[in-house]
């Protein structure tokens, strides 16, 4: 079974800051993992996947995460937080066998940003 | 492009009633994919379908929870009769299909049942 564990159901950082969100996966097969991104009201929106190609991802809105296989981690970074990046983010993990179509989310962290 | 449409926004319900989401998705997306998000929760998939047919279900409670898509396009979740730990955000998702398209959501039904 395939599992994302995020650490800190809430991080605030200061508008202008570094945004550092945690996500660590298990997974027995390679895994495919993601970040969602969920603003207040809303549906989620992709932000950037890893599918085996290149271990550093870009994703929209300036953010992007690192595969690092030997950490088991896929954490998602800004360089500089905006007060738009309010959210909630969601981590997930799949494998090539199913990719997109079985998903399986991390319980979210909110991100408050400081103005 | 218009995306996926999910109605009521809000439903309030009491315990032991009939509730039904309505989702329309993308048009032309064969893959449509029901979530159950319960608060301070990550999404969980209920229901995966293939055009018409409902090829993972694993997940979905059949004592009470019900889904039909009929001719491939817009679906309907219902449960009869509900219980209060129903209460929760029901999301929808589509997109076009195979292992790498990307899930569009819906803006969810938020359910409360008292």
């Known amino acids: 079974a395939q599992s994302v564990t995020q650490l800190g159901s809430h991080v605030s950082v200061s508008e202008g800051a570094l945004v550092l969100l945690r996500c660590n996966y298990s997974?027995?097969?390679?895994?495919?993992l993601f970040w969602y991104v969920q603003y207040p009201n809303q549906g989620l929106q992709l932000l950037l996947k890893?599918?085996?190609?290149?271990?550093l991802v870009k994703g929209i809105n300036g953010f992007e995460a690192e595969f690092k296989k030997s950490e088991t981690s896929f954490h998602l970074t800004k360089p500089s937080a905006h007060m738009s990046d309010a959210a909630e983010y969601f981590c997930?993990?799949?494998?090539?066998?199913?990719?997109?179509?079985?998903?399986?989310f991390g319980t979210g962290t909110r991100l408050t940003i400081i103005p | 492009e218009a995306g996926v449409v999910q109605s009521p926004r809000y439903k309030i319900i009491e315990k032991k009633q009939p509730v039904a989401f309505w989702c329309n998705p993308i048009?032309?997306?064969?893959?449509l994919y029901w979530y159950l998000q319960n608060l301070g929760q990550g999404p969980e998939l209920l229901i995966r379908?293939?055009?018409?047919?409902?090829?993972?279900d694993s997940q979905l409670p059949k004592d009470r929870f019900s889904a039909e898509r009929l001719k491939g396009v817009d679906s309907t979740l219902k449960i009869q009769p509900a219980e209060l730990g129903d209460s929760a955000v029901y999301l929808c998702?589509?997109?076009?299909?195979?292992?790498?398209?990307?899930?569009?959501f819906g803006n969810g039904t938020r359910l409360t049942v008292t």
């Open positions: 998702a589509s997109s076009l299909g195979g292992t790498l398209s990307p899930l569009h």
């Open positions: 997974s027995s097969v390679p895994p495919y």
């Open positions: 890893y599918t085996s190609a290149a271990t």
């Open positions: 997930a993990v799949s494998d090539a066998n199913f990719g997109n179509e079985k998903l399986t």
């Open positions: 048009s032309g997306h064969n893959t």
């Open positions: 379908y293939e055009n018409e047919e409902a090829v993972d």
